[in-house]
C-alpha cells in the first residue's frame, strides 16, 4: 500500500527558527576564528634545514651523489596508524638540497624482515591504500591549506597532485618531475628532482610547511616525520613541519609549456539510439588541438586552450543507477586542472555552482583563457572565458562561460571567496542553451544567459579540530525572479574517539545552476552524523564503534519529502581489513514522476509516498594480500511496497608489478507489483591493466551492464615516451543486448607532447 506522510508546522515560526539557527551557526564560527589569532603552527619546532648544492646529482635511486653526504637527514619518524602514541618500528631516512633548477628529495624505506613489497602496479597515480610508499606534501604558500603532492610507490611508479582544503589531493592535476628508485631485500630507496617551474609558491619567503608520509603495508604501519593524530591523513598541512631554506628559493624565470595533441580515428554505426539496425555509416575523423601554460611568476599561471579534447581515452565506469538524480564524474582536461580548488570545489558534493565538464559536452570547446593562483600572501584569484560551438543538431546555441573567483585568506588557515558563474548564449534566438545538457530539477525551453553569484566561507582552525564552510548563492536566469538562492553549510568535530558532523542545504525552487552539479531544488536537509570508536588493547581488531547518520528533506513550508536514517557498525581489524554492519530506514515522497527501474517504463505518480528498510553488511579484504576482493549486500523493501536485493562486489588479483586483475559486479534484483513486475539489472565489468614498465601501459575493460543493455569493450595502449607525453591507441566496442548485434565499433590514434622552455 503506497501512503501519505506529512509533518507541517507555521510558516513564520519556521523563517523565525531558521534565523534563529543562522545567529548560534554564525556565532560559532566567529568564536572559533578568535581562536585561530593566537594560535601556533601545531608542529611549528619539527624542521628540517636544507641548503643549496653545487654539485650534480644523478637521479637512479642511488645514494652516492656527494651532495646527499652533505644534506641533513631526518629518521626520527612517528606512527600514525595503527596507533599514534609512539615512534615508528619500519625506519625511514630523508634528505633533501636544491639547485637553481630543481628541488631533490631522497628517501631511503627500510624494510622490516623479509617479504614482497606490496605493489599494485607501475601506472602513475596509483592507489594510496595499496601500494608500500613514500610521499611528500608540501605547503609551498604557508597557509595550511593548499600545495602539492609528490609520492613514489615501491616499485617507482609516480604520484602527484595539487592540495586542496589542507589535506585533500587531487591526483587528476599531472607535471613533470623525474624520479629513480631501486630496491633490494633490506630497503627501497626513491630519489626525485621536481623543477621549480613545476610547481608555485610565494616568491622571497624561507619558510614552507612539509610533510613527509610512509605507508608499509606488510607491517600495516603508516607513518610521518611530523605528528599527526591518526584520525587525520597525514597529508594534513596543519600538522606539517618546517622546511627552511638556507636563501629564498630561486625566482621562477617566465617559462611557458605547449601541449598539442593530434587525435585520427575511423568509426562505424551500425545501430542507432533506439537500438534498431542501420545501414553501416562510416566515419574517419581529424582532430587536433593545444593547450598553453604560461608562468607569470612563481604563484600565478595563465592557460590557454584551443580546441581541447573532450573525449577520454580511457572510458568512465558504468553504475546501476537508480536513484532519481544524474551522477557525477570527474574531471580530466588538463585545462582545467591547476588551482581547481577555486573554481570546482565550490559547494558540497550536492551544491556544487560549477561542474566543469558541463562545458564542451554536447559541443566542442572553440578557444579558452584561464587565469589563476596567488596575487600576493593573502589573497588568490582565478579568471576563466571558454567559448562553445553551436550544434544545431540538437539546437544548441554557441556560448560563452565566465567564471571568476577572488579568496581571501583570514587569520592562520581560513579563507572568504568571492564567485560568479556565467553562461551567455551569443546570437541566442531560443535556441535549446543548457550548459551541457544536463539531468537538472530546473528545466527550460532555452534562455539567454544563466548567472550566479555568491560567498563561500571555510573555517579551518590550524589543528584540524574543528572544520566547515559555508556558501551562500543566487542565481540570475530570465523570466525568473524570486526564491532563487542556495545556502549551504557543514560543521564537523573530530577526535580520536568522537567524530561529529553537521550539514544542512536550503535551495531555493527557481535557484538554477545550469554550469554546476545540483540535482534537485525546492528544498531544505539537515544532515548530523555522529561516531564513535573503540580501541581495544589487544587482538585482532583495532577499533570499532557505532555511526549514526541521518538525512531530512523539506519544502519549503517544512513538509518532509524524503528521510533516510543509517545505522552502521564498522569494525576495523589490524591487517586494515573492515567489516560494517547497516541498517536504514527511507522515506521518500516523489516531487516528480519515477520509473523505478529507470528503464523507461511506467513511472510512480508524482506526490505518491514510500517507506521501506534495508539491512546488509560491507566486507573489505586485507590490502596487502595478492588476492583482494570485497562484498557489499542489502536487502529489504523498494518503491511502492517492493523489495530491492542488491550485491556488489570486487575481485583482485595481482602479478607484482606488471598484471593487475580486477573484476566488478553489480546484481539489482527488483520485485514490484504490476506494470513494472520483476527486473534483474546484471552489472559486470572484468578489467585488466599490464604495466610492461613504467612507460608502457595496456588496459582492456569489459563492462556488461542490463539495466542501459550495453555491453562495451575497451582496449587501450599507452607509451608515455617523455615525461607527461603519450602516445595512445584505442579499440572501442559497443553492443545492443537482446538479441546482441554492434551498435558501433571505433579506432583512435592520439598523441600528446609536453614541451618546456
Known amino acids: 500500500m503506497i501512503h501519505s506522510k506529512n509533518f507541517t508546522f507555521n510558516s513564520q515560526l519556521n523563517k523565525e527558527s531558521i534565523l534563529k539557527v543562522y545567529k548560534i551557526w554564525m556565532g560559532l564560527f566567529l568564536c572559533l576564528q578568535l581562536g585561530q589569532v593566537v594560535a601556533q603552527k601545531k608542529n611549528e619546532n619539527v624542521r628540517y634545514f636544507i641548503h643549496k648544492t653545487n654539485q650534480p646529482i644523478l637521479i637512479d635511486g642511488m645514494l652516492n651523489d656527494e651532495a646527499w653526504a652533505k644534506a641533513m637527514v631526518v629518521d626520527n619518524f612517528n606512527m600514525v596508524l595503527p596507533m599514534d602514541t609512539s615512534k615508528a618500528q619500519i625506519k625511514t631516512e630523508v634528505r633533501m638540497t636544491y639547485d637553481d633548477n630543481n628541488l631533490y628529495l631522497i628517501a631511503i624505506c627500510y624494510k622490516n624482515g623479509d617479504g614482497i613489497d606490496v605493489v599494485e602496479s607501475l601506472k602513475r ?3 594510496f591504500g595499496k601500494n608500500d610508499n613514500f610521499i611528500v606534501f608540501m605547503d609551498t604558500y604557508g597557509d595550511m591549506n593548499s600545495g602539492f603532492a609528490f609520492g613514489v610507490n615501491a616499485a617507482g611508479a609516480q604520484w602527484d597532485g595539487t592540495m586542496y582544503d589542507g589535506g585533500s589531493v587531487d591526483l587528476n592535476w599531472d607535471n613533470k618531475w623525474t624520479t629513480g628508485s631501486t630496491s633490494d631485500k633490506n630497503k627501497y630507496i626513491i630519489e626525485a628532482a621536481i623543477p621549480f617551474a613545476s610547481i ?30 591518526r584520525q587525520f591523513p597525514t597529508a594534513s598541512l596543519s600538522y606539517a613541519g618546517v622546511l627552511v631554506w638556507d636563501a629564498p628559493p630561486p625566482r621562477v624565470k617566465n617559462n611557458f609549456s605547449l601541449i598539442p595533441y593530434f587525435k585520427t580515428s575511423v568509426a562505424k554505426e551500425y ?19 593545444l593547450d598553453a601554460k604560461i608562468s607569470l611568476s612563481s604563484s600565478l599561471n595563465l592557460d590557454l586552450t584551443l580546441h581541447p579534447d573532450f573525449s577520454q581515452v580511457e572510458v568512465d565506469r558504468q553504475v546501476t543507477n537508480l536513484s532519481r538524480f544524474e551522477l557525477f564524474f570527474p574531471e580530466h582536461r588538463q585545462f582545467f586542472l591547476e588551482n581547481a580548488d577555486l573554481f570546482s570545489n565550490l559547494g558540497f558534493p550536492n551544491t556544487r555552482p560549477f561542474f566543469s565538464r558541463r562545458i564542451g559536452l554536447n559541443t566542442d570547446i572553440d578557444f579558452g583563457a584561464r587565469l589563476s593562483g596567488r596575487v600576493n600572501k593573502n589573497w588568490r584569484m582565478g579568471l576563466m572565458d571558454i567559448k562553445t560551438s553551436a550544434n544545431d543538431d540538437i539546437r544548441l546555441a554557441s556560448q560563452n562561460f565566465t567564471v571568476m573567483a577572488l579568496q581571501r585568506k583570514l587569520f592562520k588557515k581560513s579563507s572568504i571567496e568571492l564567485f560568479y558563474i556565467d553562461r551567455t548564449a551569443l546570437e541566442f534566438n531560443g535556441k535549446t542553451n543548457e550548459a551541457g545538457g544536463c539531468n537538472c530539477a530546473y528545466k527550460h525551453d532555452g534562455t539567454a544567459f544563466n548567472r550566479n553569484f555568491g560567498l563561500e566561507y571555510y573555517l579551518a582552525p590550524p589543528n584540524n579540530t574543528f572544520s566547515g564552510k559555508t556558501i551562500f548563492i543566487k542565481s540570475f536566469t530570465p523570466n525568473t525572479t524570486g526564491n532563487d538562492f542556495l545556502n549551504a553549510a557543514n560543521f564537523q568535530y573530530s577526535q580520536r574517539k568522537w567524530i561529529l558532523s553537521w550539514q544542512h542545504e536550503i535551495v531555493g525552487e527557481n535557484y538554477n545552476a545550469e554550469v554546476g552539479y545540483v540535482p534537485r531544488n525546492n528544498y531544505i536537509k539537515f544532515n548530523p552524523s555522529i561516531a564513535r570508536l573503540f580501541f581495544p588493547k589487544s587482538g585482532s581488531i583495532l577499533s570499532h564503534g557505532p555511526q549514526f547518520t541521518s538525512s531530512y528533506y523539506y519544502n519549503n513550508n517544512f513538509v518532509t519529502t524524503d528521510y533516510s536514517n543509517t545505522f552502521i557498525y564498522l569494525i576495523t581489524f589490524r591487517d586494515k581489513s573492515t567489516l560494517s554492519a547497516v541498517t536504514q530506514n527511507t522515506f521518500v515522497e516523489l516531487l516528480s514522476p519515477f520509473d523505478p527501474t529507470r ?38 523493501g523498494y518503491y511502492a511496497n517492493g523489495n530491492l536485493l542488491s550485491i556488489s562486489g570486487n575481485v583482485g588479483y595481482r602479478i607484482q608489478p606488471y598484471v593487475n586483475i580486477d573484476f566488478s559486479s553489480t546484481y539489482n534484483h527488483i520485485q514490484l507489483p504490476s506494470p513494472w513486475g520483476n527486473n534483474n539489472f546484471l552489472l559486470l565489468g ?11 601501459f595496456l588496459t582492456t575493460f569489459f563492462q556488461y551492464n542490463e539495466q542501459t543493455k550495453n555491453i562495451n569493450f575497451n582496449t587501450r595502449f599507452q607509451w608515455r615516451y617523455k615525461p607527461v607525453s603519450d602516445l595512445f591507441i584505442v579499440y572501442t566496442d559497443n553492443y545492443y543486448i537482446g538479441p546482441v548485434f554492434v551498435k558501433n565499433r571505433a579506432v583512435v590514434l592520439k598523441f600528446t607532447y609536453w614541451w618546456n622552455k
Request: net charge neutral; no cysteine; proline share 5%.
Open 125 to 127: 597515480d596509483w592507489a
Open 200 to 229: 608555485r609558491y610565494k616568491d622571497g619567503i624561507q619558510e614552507w610547511g612539509i610533510n613527509f608520509s610512509r605507508n608499509d603495508l606488510k607491517s600495516t604501519e603508516k607513518s610521518a616525520w611530523a605528528p599527526m593524530p
Open 271 to 289: 545501430a542507432n539510439a533506439a537500438g534498431e539496425k542501420m545501414t553501416q555509416a562510416s566515419l574517419v575523423g581529424k582532430d587536433a588541438g
Open 599 to 636: 528503464i523507461g517504463k511506467t513511472p510512480l505518480e508524482k506526490g505518491t509516498t514510500h517507506e521501506w528498510t534495508n539491512i546488509g553488511f560491507d566486507w573489505v579484504s586485507a590490502p596487502q594480500h595478492t588476492f583482494t576482493y570485497t562484498l557489499s549486500t542489502r536487502v529489504g
Open 686 to 696: 572484468p578489467k585488466l591493466d599490464v604495466t610492461f614498465s613504467n612507460k608502457l
